[in-house]
C-alpha cells in the first residue's frame, strides 16, 4: 500500500495555517465523559494516561465503573508507552516487580481482536497533525513526540469510528481542532 501524502496534505493543509491553536472552552465540545448515557452500548479505545491512573487507583469511581461496562479497544501506540514506562522504571526499585507483573497481565489479557495498529497511512496523517502543532504551539522535541504518539493514538481510533477516552483535555482538544473527524472523551482524575 502507497501512502497518500498529497492527499493528507490537501486534507489536512498545514500550509492554511498560521495562528496558535487555543483549546475551546468546554461548551463549545461534547467532550465530557459525564454525559455517557449509562444504557448505551460504549465502545472506547483507552489513551495511555487511562491505563496509568487506573493501575494508581486515580479514576473517579463512576468512570471505572462506566470502563467496566464499555467494550475496550487498545491502541498498538499507548502499549508502546506503557512498555517504554516499565523498561524506564529502575528495576532495583522496591515497586518495579509488581510494575512488571501488572502491565505484562494487562497485556496479555487484551484480546488480539480489540488491538488496533495505525498503518503507514495513519502514521503520515499523525505526523502532519503533530507537526503543524509543533510549529504552531511552539513544541520542545519531547512535545512533539508526545503529540505524535497521541495524534496516532487519535487518528487510529477515529479510523475505528471509537472515541479515545482521555485525561488530556487540551491535547486531544487541539488534535481534534485539525483532524476533526475523531472523538474523545476527557475525565478529571482523582
Not at 3 to 19: F, M, N, Q, W, Y
Not at 74 to 93: F, I, K, M, Q, S
Not at 94 to 102: E, Q, S, T, V, Y
Not at 162 to 168: G, Q
Request: include cysteine; charged fraction near 25%.
Amino acid at each position: 500500500m502507497s501512502v497518500d501524502l498529497r492527499g493528507t496534505l490537501r486534507r489536512r493543509k498545514p500550509d492554511k495555517r498560521s495562528a496558535r491553536l487555543v483549546p475551546r472552552p468546554r461548551p463549545e465540545r461534547a467532550d465530557d465523559w459525564t454525559a455517557i448515557d449509562e444504557a448505551a452500548p460504549l465502545a472506547l479505545v483507552l489513551d495511555t494516561c487511562v491505563y496509568i491512573h487506573s493501575a494508581a487507583g486515580r479514576l473517579p469511581e463512576a468512570l471505572q465503573r462506566c470502563i467496566e461496562r464499555a467494550l475496550l479497544f487498545h491502541c498498538a501506540v499507548a502499549l508502546a508507552e506503557l512498555a517504554v514506562g516499565v523498561a524506564a522504571a529502575d528495576p532495583r526499585g522496591p515497586n518495579w516487580a509488581a510494575l512488571r507483573d501488572h502491565y505484562a497481565e494487562l497485556f496479555a489479557r487484551m484480546p488480539d481482536t480489540r488491538l488496533l495498529t495505525p498503518d503507514a497511512q495513519i502514521f503520515a496523517d499523525a505526523g502532519l497533525v503533530a507537526g503543524t502543532l509543533a510549529r504552531l504551539q511552539g513544541y520542545q522535541s519531547h512535545q512533539r513526540a508526545a503529540c505524535l504518539a497521541d495524534a496516532l493514538i487519535f487518528l487510529t481510533a477515529a479510523r475505528a469510528g471509537i472515541p479515545v477516552l482521555t485525561a488530556n483535555r487540551e491535547d486531544f482538544d487541539l488534535i481534534q481542532q485539525l483532524a476533526p473527524e475523531g472523538r474523545f472523551l476527557a475525565y478529571e482524575r482523582d
